[in-house]
């Protein structure tokens, strides 16, 4: 939003049902199947999930096909055989229970065979709330965005992402705090988008610093999925800016774990960006609980230097709270890669984002991220 010089936008809504609730999931997706006169259902689940997913699903009327083989970021094999299996089994709805790996199954399903989706999330990866689709084919991860797989129903229920474990509810939760900070100088950025980023952010905050400590803490983990749906539907609106175009591009190429990968390279898109986006980084830092440094529009580089630093360290200080993952090398990320990183995440970068980005910027940062460094080395 720092960008535009008058307040001139073009929003888009889209609809989709959120029912929010302890302990809700069995009853709710019983409801909704039937609602729409489901027959054939398709229940997706695997690894962790799926012994909650059994518990839900366990009087479902009109299960028809259970499927567990799943992966992160959709190989486009398990897509095409998931498609092939909703097809033989004459699937009319499909139901997806965990996190943004198994939502992402049941879109790539959607794409194809155009059937609604119920998604019940056990993370804070938001994918359930957003159109976006991506799907991975010979190391390169495609993204794209299309109307038919955006869940139509999402039931959300504290109670499942209670067993997540800290490091990756950490993770996780960083992953929707990006969300936010994305939505607010993504392609589509505006003040409606602004609006659930900025209580998004605030509400992850403050729930996975409360439940880091107490992992059943339930008023965390309500304010903690609450703030990830807000984020996602921020996100959702606005597009993916620089952020993540970067992090795609590492998850895809090099296979690197989605939340974590968030996690560690969103303080270096920040001290980034920030500089060039005061409102932005005013809007990161008081969510954050940090002190804002408000830089007004045409109050200079000095102003956006001093609200790019009360952001980047509100958000320094949250991680070292939360022990989050720091550097991008502890998961297998080589400085070797640096340059040809560089070279798929430079042309994917929209040409809106608020600072110019070259060649040797994106290698600075990724080598900033790859070694854990400090992040405010990246604000000038
Ligand atoms: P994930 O779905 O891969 O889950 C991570 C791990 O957590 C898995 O091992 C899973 O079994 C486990 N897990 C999930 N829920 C659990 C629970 N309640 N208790 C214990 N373990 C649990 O990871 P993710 O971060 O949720 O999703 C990442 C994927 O989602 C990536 O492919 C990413 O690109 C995609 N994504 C897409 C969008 C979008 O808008 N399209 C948004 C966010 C993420």
Redesign the pocket.
Same mark, same amino acid.
């Not at 965990?98 to 992402?104: I, K, M, P, Q, R």
């Not at 999330?121 to 994918?127: D, E, I, L, Q």
């Given at each position: 939003m720092d960008r535009a010089q008058a307040l001139v936008f073009d929003h888009l809504t889209p609809r989709q049902r959120l029912r929010f609730g302890e302990g809700i999931a069995a009853v709710a997706l019983a409801d909704e199947a039937a609602e729409r006169g489901a027959e054939r259902i398709m229940v997706i689940a695997?690894?962790?999930?799926a012994a909650?997913a059994a518990e839900i699903t366990r009087d479902l009327a009109g299960v028809a096909l259970r499927w567990d083989d799943l992966a992160? @970021?959709?190989p486009i094999e398990k897509a095409r055989a998931a498609r092939e299996a909703a097809r033989e089994h004459r699937i009319d709805l499909v139901v997806s229970i %965990?996190?943004?790996?198994?939502?992402?199954l049941a879109?790539a399903i959607a794409m194809t065979e155009r059937l609604p989706i119920v998604a019940i999330?056990?993370?804070?990866?938001?994918?359930e709330?957003?159109s976006?689709? %991506?799907i991975t084919e010979r190391g390169r991860?495609t993204?794209g965005v299309d109307e038919a797989v955006l869940p139509v129903t999402v039931i959300a229920d504290p109670a #499942?992402?209670?067993? #997540?474990?800290i490091r #990756?509810s950490v993770?996780?939760g960083l992953?929707g705090i990006a969300?936010c900070v994305d939505a607010l100088w993504a392609p589509n950025a505006d003040p409606i988008n602004a609006a659930p980023a900025d209580v998004g952010m605030h509400a992850l905050a403050g729930g996975l610093a409360r439940f880091v400590d107490d992992p059943t803490h339930e008023s965390g983990r309500d304010e903690a999925l609450l703030g990830s749906y807000l984020a996602?539907v921020a996100?959702?609106s606005s597009g993916s800016g620089m952020h993540h175009k970067i992090c795609?591009a590492l998850?895809g190429t090099y296979n690197l774990? @989605?939340?974590e990968t968030h996690a560690i390279v969103l303080p270096f898109v920040v001290a980034f960006n920030a500089p060039m986006a005061p409102d932005a980084a005013g809007r990161i830092a008081r969510a954050l609980g940090g002190e804002a440094v408000t830089g007004a529009r045409g109050a200079g580089a000095r102003a956006g230097v001093d609200a790019a630093r009360a952001a980047t360290s509100a958000l320094s200080a949250l991680r070292d709270r939360l022990g989050a993952p720091m550097a991008l090398h502890d998961l297998g990320f080589r400085d070797e890669d640096i340059p040809e990183a560089a070279s798929i995440i430079l042309p994917s970068i929209p040409p809106s984002n608020p600072r110019a980005v070259d060649r040797v910027a994106i290698e600075r940062l990724l080598r900033l991220a790859a070694s854990g460094g400090d992040p405010a080395a990246l604000i000038d």
């Open positions: 695997g690894g962790s999930s909650a992160p @970021h959709v %965990g996190g943004g790996s198994t939502v992402g879109k999330p056990t993370t804070y990866a938001g994918s709330a957003t976006v689709w %991506g991860k993204t #499942l992402s209670r067993g #997540l474990p #990756l993770a996780s992953n969300h996602a996100f959702a795609h998850g774990p @989605h939340a």
